[in-house]
């Protein structure tokens, strides 16, 4: 698989909830992008232009000539949700580790059931990818969580959060009368105590509830 081709295929997985829809709104007959998925076809060479488009992108970006895959918000999300699946926003990249900066960056959307929502507005989730390992083997690098928007989380629960200024890491939270223990699942980690007055120092973003993964 080429580059052009790999981030093609990167980017329907961001915008478009399967290659069916993709291959609809593009208007190609079903199973064109198994065929270039796999090196049977490269016809998306004759129709770089229209897919750019259709992928919030750039031909150059496509091609390998840029970096910048200039990602938006797709103006018809609503198009993009059925009644099983919704697709959430993805942003950047937040490591099971301490010491990392918890970037905003937006990457496109994953879909999710929308069981998984539990009755909350689809709004009050986000998604990020794990990087790092100190959760391992219950979150490994590249894991999607899903993530609830909340500002508390009970004793036990696994969290995203943010720790002085834009650190943040994702890991099991333990309450104590005056601190919070941040907890590793890796043993090669150790946790983190948080006490007194550096409480102030915390912040606790959301709630982990689910956990995709991709092999």
Not at 10 to 34: C, M, N, Q, W
Not at 122 to 147: H, N, Q, R, W
Not at 154 to 166: L, W
Not at 193 to 200: K, P, S
């Amino acid at each position: 698989m080429d580059v052009t081709c790999q981030r093609i295929m990167e980017l329907i997985g961001v915008h478009f909830p399967s290659d069916a829809a993709f291959e609809r709104e593009l208007g190609i007959p079903e199973k064109t992008v198994y065929d270039w998925r796999r090196s049977k076809s490269k016809s998306y060479r004759s129709r770089l232009p229209e897919i750019a488009k259709m992928l919030n992108t750039s031909s150059s970006y496509l091609l390998g000539e840029d970096d910048n895959p200039i990602l938006r918000i797709p103006p018809n999300l609503e198009a993009y949700e059925t009644e099983e699946r919704i697709p959430v926003p993805k942003y950047g990249s937040i490591r099971a580790g301490f010491g990392s900066v918890a970037t905003e960056d937006f990457q496109g959307y994953e879909f999710f059931d929308r069981s998984s929502l539990n009755g909350h507005l689809a709004e009050d989730y986000f998604c990020t990818k794990i990087t790092g390992d100190s959760m391992a083997p219950l979150l490994i690098e590249g894991d999607i969580v899903l993530v609830r928007q909340q500002e508390d989380v009970e004793s036990g629960q696994v969290a995203v959060v943010v720790v002085g200024e834009d650190e943040a890491t994702v890991k099991k939270i333990k309450k104590g009368r005056d601190y919070i223990e941040l907890i590793p699942s890796n043993p090669a980690h150790e946790s983190q105590i948080v006490e007194n007055g550096q409480l102030d120092r915390l912040r606790i973003v959301g709630l982990v509830v689910e956990m995709k993964r991709k092999f």
